[in-house]
C-alpha cells in the first residue's frame, strides 16, 4: 500500500456506448472528488463534458452517489465515475412497453 505522502491512487471513469475512458491517477492526500476529476484531465479529453460545469456533473464512487463532491475526500483504490444523463425517464419508458403489451 502507497504511504500517504506519496499520494492518493484512484481511478476516474466515464463510459459511453462507442468508447470508454479510464485513468489511474495520484493526487495529494485531502483532494476532493472534484480536485482528483479536475486533476484527471478529463474535460480536456471528453469534448461533451466542456460545456458543463464540473459542479453540475452526477458522480459516483463505485455506484454509489457522491452527493457533495467538493466536499467528499478521495480515498486509496476508489473509482470514481461520471454518470452521463439518461435519454429516458425510466417510468416513461416502462409506461410505453406496458401500452405496447396491451
Not at 8 to 37: D, F, K, M, N
Not at 65 to 79: A, F, T
Request: proline share 6%; with cysteine; glycine share 6%.
Amino acid at each position: 500500500m502507497q504511504r500517504e505522502a506519496e499520494g492518493i491512487t484512484c481511478e476516474v471513469a466515464w463510459a459511453t456506448p462507442a468508447s470508454q475512458y479510464l485513468e489511474v491517477i495520484t493526487v495529494p492526500s485531502g483532494t476532493t472528488v472534484l480536485g482528483a476529476l479536475e486533476a484527471s484531465g478529463l474535460c480536456s479529453k471528453v469534448s461533451e463534458l466542456c460545456s458543463v460545469p464540473m459542479e453540475t456533473l452526477t458522480i459516483g464512487i463505485f455506484g454509489e452517489h457522491v452527493k457533495s463532491p467538493s466536499d467528499q475526500v478521495v480515498r486509496q483504490g476508489e473509482r470514481i465515475e461520471v454518470y452521463r444523463p439518461l435519454q429516458v425517464d425510466p417510468k416513461q419508458a416502462r409506461r410505453a412497453r406496458a401500452r405496447r403489451k396491451v
